[in-house]
């Protein structure tokens, strides 16, 4: 008789926790995002027919490897509205970063999405989004971005990348 046994244990590989003195999120070029840091949390709002696409974005730099078995977990709500996360990271020594993208609901209540880091892709061949940090090599960006015309409004409390030891097998 083969019984699995998941191990439920994560670590926390990396965590932003928003205070009133941190200016972690930048809007993206011309995009018009406006970025409120309140009791320990960051609002984000647009209106994208009127103001454009609205795109804010974050990078880690630092020695923190990922890996496929990482996940991007982000406390979040919003006016229910889709919300684009894009995420790119470098694993281990690699040069080049890969690249994943999700959509997820923003929910009146606030809620925690996760996004496995094992869809992403190898991204080769360009400059993006390393050219965002002119003389800085960062390991991670998020970009997080309307997903649909309209209002865009959502609040996030935590973004961390939580690490799951692999599934074990006992027989």
């Given at each position: 008789m083969i019984s699995l046994i998941l191990i439920l244990a994560t670590s926390v590989v990396w965590?932003?926790?928003f205070a009133e003195t941190s200016s972690v999120i930048q809007q993206l070029y011309d995009y018009h995002v406006e970025?409120?840091?309140q009791d320990g949390r960051v609002r984000l709002t647009a209106n994208p027919p009127f103001e454009g696409f609205a795109s804010a974005w974050l990078y880690i730099d630092?020695?923190?490897v990922f890996s496929d078995s990482d996940a991007l977990v982000i406390r979040i709500k919003g006016n229910e509205n889709p919300v684009r996360v894009r995420y790119f990271f470098r694993k281990a020594a690699c040069k080049e970063y890969y690249a994943g993208e999700s959509i997820i609901t923003a929910s009146k209540e606030?809620?925690?999405v996760k996004i496995p880091l094992k869809h992403a892709a190898l991204l080769s061949g360009t400059e993006f989004p390393a050219a965002l940090t002119p003389g800085l090599?960062?390991?991670f960006f998020l970009f997080?971005?309307?997903a649909a015309p309209?209002?865009?409004e959502i609040e996030i409390d935590q973004i961390s990348v939580v690490r799951h030891p692999p599934k074990a097998e006992e027989r």
């Open positions: 965590q932003e926790d970025i409120i840091y630092g020695d923190t606030l809620h925690d090599d960062p390991i997080i971005e309307n309209g209002e865009f």
